[in-house]
């Protein structure tokens, strides 16, 4: 089955120090990337979603300065945490959409703190 | 999207079924109802989806009612593997206006 990458699973920064997520689709061209953010004991909330080759929509309250996303290729997407802050801290999960699967297939998460 | 109503919390014994309960009232003709499922600390899983026939795969089947304003998904046997939150939604599917929306889910607990 379709199967989306998502590097690092886990990792620890300092606070002011930015932090980049992959999320890489192996088996399928991924026109577009969600990614989502959740806080301990909460549902998922959708962050931005992404075109390959388009800017990154934002939902509302999410900073576009502060998370950075970009789909340079039909297989990766990134999301860069910039001058991450503790409040940052939490457990960030991409998902992708290819034209014919039966739904968006998921990564398998990257848990941040920020110290 | 329409918005999905999902009981909190449910138990299931070990090897018996798990029916777990949606309700979409305000579903419109053209959306699907999605079902995924999260193992603790995990990505989200996809389960099943349907439109408005019933449908079965190797994980499960899904009843969606004849006013498609509900929806129940079963886990014929289910297994302490199965323990998860489960998130019924609704949407067309495909693309960037097409995004997944997750309400809180129902917590199944799969007890020995």
């Known amino acids: 089955g379709a199967v989306v990458s998502q590097h690092p699973s886990w990792v620890i920064c300092k606070s002011g120090t930015s932090v980049k997520i992959e999320c890489r689709s192996l088996?399928?061209?991924?026109?577009?990337m969600f990614w989502y953010r959740q806080f301990p004991k909460q549902s998922l909330m959708l962050m931005a979603t992404s075109n390959e080759g388009s800017k990154a929509t934002y939902e509302q309250g999410v900073e576009k300065d502060k998370f950075l996303i970009n789909h340079a290729s039909l297989t990766l997407s990134t999301l860069t945490v910039t001058s991450a802050h503790p409040e940052d801290s939490s457990f960030y999960i991409c998902s992708a959409y290819g034209q014919g699967l039966d739904g968006y297939t998921f990564g398998s998460g990257t848990r941040l703190t920020v110290v | 999207d329409a918005k999905t109503t999902q009981p909190t919390s449910m138990d299931c014994a070990e090897g018996r079924a798990a029916n777990l309960p949606c309700n979409h009232s305000?579903?419109?003709?053209?959306?699907?109802v999605y079902w995924y499922r999260q193992i603790h600390s995990q990505g989200p899983q996809y389960i099943i989806h349907g439109l408005k026939n019933n449908e079965t795969n190797e994980m499960a089947s899904l009843i969606i009612t004849e006013d498609r304003k509900s929806s129940t998904l079963i886990l014929p046997h289910a297994t302490l593997r199965d323990t998860a939150v489960y998130y019924c939604i609704v949407t067309n599917y495909g693309g960037a206006t097409n995004k997944l929306i997750f309400g809180t889910g129902t917590l199944l607990a799969v007890q020995p």
């Open positions: 305000t579903i419109s003709g053209n959306e699907y």
């Open positions: 088996d399928f061209q991924a026109t577009t």
